[in-house]
């Protein structure tokens, strides 16, 4: 039987990125984040201020919700470095077209991101118990997660293609993973007391639609608001890789530094 190319090239890609390493940091930090910040702000942080719950049944959501960059990061990079070592023209040289190249790369994506959101929920049972998920709220997580990372692997591995210098790549990666975690709601909520401005910015944050959706999903409260979410998040994803299969039509497959 022989395995199709894009799930050889997904093969390839896990392959190169299951180092011990690479896991504790992907998959290990955003579960120590949960299991400190989870302990030491339940204590200080009312429940009126995350809708009632506990502050841990808040950033459980939020932690689900961060892995959808975590998997956009990892074929960004996994791209990146292609490029950067000419593996690139040696894929391409081979018996993989461009698109299966680029599904491949997306395919990669979506599994990480799932295995994270594993991850992040198990880190969050001592916690939160196991969530009572209807099979309409376990859809919405999933498809959330998956819209999510298709739009940030698409607006990096879109950068990516453009981009001839690492300084400059992991720049703008690196500021832009910042800005999309720490100004949305992923760690802390909107209330009437944030600052106006804030709250438009993080309001433009796909992160925090992501966030919303998945938390009203664990608590049973799914509604138009998320609805929206979701169709904010479609557009944005069907953007972002339209972008990336546009960058892949003239990839410069030269050197870069």
């Known amino acids: 039987m022989t395995i199709p190319p894009v799930f050889r090239l997904v093969v390839r890609n896990f392959a190169s990125n299951l180092d011990p390493l690479t896991v504790l940091i992907r998959f290990g930090q955003p579960a120590i984040t949960i299991i400190v910040l989870g302990t030491m702000f339940s204590t200080i942080i009312s429940s009126s201020a995350t809708g009632g719950g506990s502050y841990t049944a808040f950033l459980v959501p939020g932690m689900v ?3 959808m960059i975590t998997g956009g990061v990892v074929s960004g990079n996994l791209f990146w470095l292609d490029r950067r070592w000419a593996m690139t023209e040696q894929i391409f040289s081979g018996p993989f077209r461009r698109s299966e190249y680029l599904g491949g790369l997306v395919l990669t ?11 992040m929920i198990l880190a969050g049972l001592p916690f939160i118990g196991i969530p009572a998920l209807s099979p309409l709220a376990i859809g919405t997580v999933l498809f959330t997660v998956a819209l999510g990372s298709i739009f940030f692997a698409g607006l990096l591995i879109a950068l990516g293609s453009r981009l001839r210098s690492a300084n400059a790549y992991f720049t703008i990666q690196s500021f832009l993973q910042l800005f999309v975690i720490f100004l949305s709601t992923v ?14 910015i993080f309001y433009g944050n796909p992160l925090t639609y992501a966030a919303d959706t998945i938390r009203d ?17 479609g557009g944005l994803a069907a953007v972002a890789f339209g972008a990336a299969a546009w960058g892949f039509r003239d990839l410069d497959l030269g050197p870069i530094q």
């Open 109 to 119: 994506t979506l599994l990480f991101a799932l295995v994270g959101v594993g991850v």
């Open 65 to 67: 919700a961060f892995q």
């Open 187 to 200: 760690y802390y909520p909107i209330t009437s007391s944030t600052p106006k401005l804030l709250a438009v």
């Open 217 to 233: 999903a664990f608590a049973g409260t799914l509604g138009l608001g998320d609805v929206v979410g979701l169709g904010v998040l």
